[in-house]
């Protein structure tokens, strides 16, 4: 009975199927519905699939598929299962992507295919088994098609039974011809006509300013997102490229004149350090709310927090990244300049023109060395090293691979290990490190593992504050070296933490923290991380609350060591100036001294939230106004400045 029933649900299907209207109308809903499933995985604050985005979405669904009406009965049914196949595969991956970017996968990111491979551990633990659903309908639409496809005797159905002559067969091909144009009209209109309508009105300057991939995705649908994407890819590598407005181009240099003059301060500490070994320490998910907490008694950074006993310790220091990640810390660290809104600097524009911290520091007599133990060809960091003009590129192949910990040598040995190799560097060096250890998901081997994590134990979260405990340790161990080896008296130190941790359930937080945690509270937590600046002389120890970012980094150096910034292009202005800071994020928030605002994931200044940072209450949104404009201003030129190669371009017409 239930086999009967079975084949007879099989053959209503190969006879729905074999009817291209009935055909194409499955392929449209049943690739809507994973649409929808997709757009309440990602679990986006505050953005609904409204009717409109159903709109644009069967309208984009109509444009990538139209043409299968153009083909014979078996292409256009092969055609529709393929396109299945590849979307479904697509937005599943943009899902997994999703969990720990937050951002979709673009034709840069795509460019590194490697890069997403190397994820591994991290990837297994992004997928749900409620993601079955995607796949479910392959189940029985893989086999039906074959079937259809392979099947040896002609069922009856007009599409394939023989032609009488020639006339009904051209009579096939106007049908099939004027349902697939039909179709990329309506495709057409119910696609841009929304999108257009919302650019005009409540995302306007969405497109050019595109600082933010969720944002698009909001009005464009995942679909329409990858079409813009390669539109926007394409504009920048294929040719297409529109060179900046010379208005533009002069508008960007007088901003960094400006910034250029108010970075001319000259105080007590300008010059103090002269000639100091510089050591900087990047250091993997290092985020600023672990700094000085305890978990059952027990110290999280215990050496982390000593240091700071004696060092200038930023307390409201955010990191600015964006897709980017980690190279993102790297570029807007060593450059001063803010990270793209799509994909990496590192490998989107790597050989475009940047004042960086080696190149600068090496103009100055100083070795400039970088040390990261993992693959050299990763975040494209070999061809960007030569770039910066580091002496050298120490990488995985240069460390022994003693002690394994997660992607690669544990982070203890590779600090002990790059001391040992710094002694064979000429004084006065830069030294940029990188660790790797605490990167996601966080597996720490059982014996390194010294933190009673109590409530946590099992917990992505309760692993993240293990590795966090087990790198403050190598940190410990790194500083004794320091020590010994003479370093200590004559280099500046500087850690800091690359981005987040990736772990964005805000109960955690609570349950850590032991109170309720608000929208700003969560904002700041994700987006700051610790900065701590070690003088030779301990001078200046202390907590320094107001804001700060990665871009100022590389001005208080030059400012400690006494070089002139003058020359240079940078948007930031040194910690030591004394002078009020905005600290613009890529997403469109940012955070001066009274306020921080959270820009609407659906897009508007107006439906943003302004922060009171004395009450910590929202406040009338206007109080954001004027930094919002100038976070809006400095993510535009810095997205200018890298793309169009502007720094190559000044430094031509001012050499003239
Ligand atoms: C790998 C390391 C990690 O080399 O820098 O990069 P991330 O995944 O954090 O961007
Ligand atoms: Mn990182």
Redesign the pocket.
């Known amino acids: 009975m239930q086999i009967s029933s079975a084949v007879g649900i099989r053959s209503r299907l190969i006879r729905l199927i074999n009817n291209r209207y009935a055909a194409y109308a499955l392929f449209i809903t049943i690739m809507l519905i994973k649409l929808v499933i997709f757009h309440y995985s990602l679990q986006v604050k505050n953005i609904d699939m409204n009717p409109v985005d159903y709109i644009i979405a069967v309208g984009s669904l109509l444009l990538v598929s139209f043409w299968t009406f153009w083909l014979p009965p078996k292409g256009r049914i092969a055609s529709l299962m393929l396109l299945n196949l590849i979307i479904t595969g697509f937005i599943y991956s943009d899902l997994v992507f999703y969990r720990y970017f937050e951002d979709f996968i673009t034709v840069p990111v795509l460019m590194q295919a490697g890069q997403v491979g190397s994820l591994g551990e991290s990837i297994r633990s992004l997928i749900h088994w409620q993601d079955l659903f995607f796949f479910i309908d392959w189940i029985i639409l893989v086999p039906v098609t074959a079937s259809i496809l392979f099947r040896k005797r002609r069922v009856s159905n007009y599409s394939v039974q023989p032609l009488a002559n020639a006339r009904s067969r051209s009579n096939i091909m106007t049908r099939r011809l004027i349902a697939g144009t039909l179709t990329l009209i309506l495709g057409c209109v119910l696609t841009f006509v929304p999108i257009k309508a919302a650019s005009k009105t409540w995302a306007v300057g969405l497109f050019e300013s595109n600082w933010w991939n969720v944002t698009l995705y909001n009005v464009t649908g995942i679909i329409g997102f990858h079409g813009y994407d390669i539109y926007r890819y394409a504009k920048d590598h294929l040719g297409l490229q529109p060179v900046l407005a010379q208005e533009a181009k002069d508008h960007n240099q007088l901003w960094f004149d400006k910034a250029r003059g108010d970075r001319t301060v000259r105080d007590d500490n300008f010059g103090k350090y002269k000639d100091s070994n510089v050591i900087m320490i990047q250091v ?2 290092f985020m600023n709310f672990v700094v000085n907490q305890t978990i059952n008694g027990q110290e999280i950074t215990p050496n982390f927090n000593k240091l700071l006993q004696e060092s200038m310790y930023y307390s409201n220091f955010y990191h600015q990244t964006a897709l980017g ?3 993102d810390a790297d570029f807007v660290t060593q450059s001063s300049l803010l990270p793209l809104p799509s994909g990496s600097v590192f490998t989107r524009f790597p050989s475009h023109v940047y004042d960086t911290l080696p190149s600068i520091l090496k103009q100055h007599g100083y070795a400039a060395n970088v040390f ?1 133990s ?1 693959d050299s060809s ?2 494209n960091r070999n061809t960007v090293y030569k770039e910066m003009n580091y002496d050298r590129y120490y990488s995985k192949k240069d460390f022994k691979q003693d002690e394994m910990i997660g ?1 690669s040598v544990s982070d203890a040995s590779f600090f002990k290990q790059s001391l040992d190799m710094m002694k064979d560097i000429p004084e006065p060096f830069y030294s940029f490190l ?1 660790t ?1 250890s605490s ?1 996601h998901p966080y597996g720490l081997p059982k014996e390194k593992q010294k933190l009673d994590t109590g409530e946590f134990q099992g917990t992505i979260f309760g692993d993240y504050l293990q590795s966090i405990h087990y790198v403050d340790e190598a940190l410990g161990e790194f500083v004794e070296q320091m020590k010994s080896q003479g370093l200590w008296d004559n280099s500046i130190l500087i850690i800091y933490g ?2 987040d941790n990736s772990i964005k359930d805000e109960t955690f937080y609570e349950q850590f923290l032991g109170r309720e945690v608000t929208e700003l509270d969560m904002k700041q937590i994700m987006n700051q991380v610790p900065l701590l600046i070690h003088l030779p002389d301990g001078s200046g120890a202390g907590v320094y609350p107001e804001p700060a970012g990665m871009m100022n980094t590389a001005p208080t150096l030059y400012h400690l060591l006494g070089i002139s910034s003058e020359p240079y292009y940078l948007m930031g202005g040194s910690l030591l100036s004394g002078k009020e800071r905005l600290v613009p994020l890529r997403s469109g928030a940012f955070s001066d001294d009274k306020v921080f605002f959270i820009p609407a994931e659906s897009g508007g200044f107006e439906n943003g939230t302004c922060y009171n940072l004395s009450t910590r209450q929202p406040t009338d949104v206007n109080a954001c106004k004027q930094g919002y404009e100038e976070t809006k201003q400095q993510l535009k030129i810095s997205d200018e400045t890298i793309t169009y190669n502007l720094l190559k371009q000044f430094k031509e017409t001012s050499v003239k």
């Open positions: 993997e998910a990640r980690t190279s990261h993992y990763f975040w992607w990188i790797l990167h690359d981005h």
